[in-house]
């Protein structure tokens, strides 16, 4: 199926605030709250020209909350996307619940002669891979990700995981995602770690290419992630990012400025004595996107003796920050 992405929609509920509809990830008050038994519908008017999306509650239309954009073309996908609630969908052998009487006009999906059937079924494991990226925090791995997805989109069709894609969809109206990263480290990354251990689990059981973007520099978590894949069938391909601590620092400076988000030396330092480069029967292929093997080696074994220097002295006076993982180019 050929869709164009179009920003997320969603109303959501905000307690006493009321709702917000939050189109292109920016916050609008919109429409009221839902709760417990309340039933709302969703209605789109796709005729030329319009476009415009609206939603209901209980039998009472809230108004519009967002039109397409004009260049909008192709079929759409219907979905539900909830957080924190459980929901039921009626699909059309119970009654509907009765539109707005200014929505009466409104045809039920169920009744569209122009649906179109779903895209292919998914390939079998075996024609599926599993990418996993391996490199140190602000290494440039996300970097690399974005660029791969990008250019394979015509393609192949890659889903990313990993716990900074998961931070993106903690959206709170009125706190920015800098600030969140500073105050919020350590709640957030406990929360996403949580919700990537989840994901996985149920990734290795839905066959489609897939790319791990995590620091990855434990072989033992590289063992675990990569256990159920490989059971499953996948093959297995690492991607390792090492530059040298020079470079690594400006790339480290470069995201604290762009995003707020600082990895503790400590945290790095930890991961970078106990970084095992990819051995050969770990992996189907191992790719190195920066420098050869034999360099990154040379690398990290003359970066080991002063991060356990470091270690051992204990963290510097004033070194805040929590979490590890990493930003947009981790």
């Not at 949580?194 to 996985?200: C, E, P, Q, T």
């Not at 930890?270 to 292929?285: A, H, R, S, T, Y």
């Amino acid at each position: 199926m050929n869709c164009t992405l179009i920003p997320l929609i969603t109303v959501a509920y905000r307690g006493r605030r009321g709702g917000c509809v939050c189109p292109g990830n920016s916050f609008a008050d919109y429409g009221e709250p839902f709760g417990l038994g309340d039933v709302v519908g969703c209605f789109l008017d796709p005729r030329p020209g319009c476009g415009v999306l609206l939603f209901s509650k209980n039998g009472r239309a809230l108004g519009p909350a967002y039109t397409l954009p004009a260049h909008w073309r192709g079929p759409l996908y219907p979905h539900v996307l909830v957080k924190n609630c459980r929901c039921a969908v009626n699909f059309g052998p119970a009654p509907w619940c009765p539109p707005p009487p200014e929505l009466q006009a409104f045809v039920p999906l169920a009744g569209l002669g122009g649906a179109l059937a779903p895209g292919p079924r998914p390939p079998p494991p075996s024609q599926c891979e599993v990418i996993m990226m391996v490199g140190l925090p602000a290494a440039g791995k996300t970097c690399w990700v974005e660029r791969f997805v990008e250019e394979q989109k015509s393609r192949t069709i890659y889903s990313v995981l990993g716990t900074n894609q998961i931070i993106d969809q903690m959206k709170v109206p009125g706190l920015k995602r800098q600030r969140a990263y500073r105050e919020r480290w350590d709640e957030l990354i406990k929360l996403s770690t949580g919700v990537f251990n989840a994901l996985l689990a149920k990734a290795a059981r839905h066959p489609r290419n897939y790319v791990i973007d995590q620091t990855n520099v434990y072989q033992s978590a590289r063992r675990r992630k990569l256990r159920p894949f490989r059971d499953a069938g996948f093959r297995t391909k690492a991607v390792v990012l090492v530059c040298s601590q020079e470079e690594l620092g400006r790339r480290s400076a470069r995201r604290e400025r762009e995003e707020g988000k600082l990895v503790p030396r400590e945290a790095v330092d930890n991961m970078l004595v106990n970084f095992v480069l990819p051995g050969p029967n770990e992996f189907d292929e191992v790719i190195y996107s920066e420098e050869p093997r034999e360099v990154a080696e040379r690398t990290l074994k003359d970066a080991v003796p002063a991060a356990r220097d470091r270690l051992r002295a204990g963290p510097a006076p004033g070194s805040g920050g929590g979490g590890g993982g990493g930003g947009r180019c981790r």
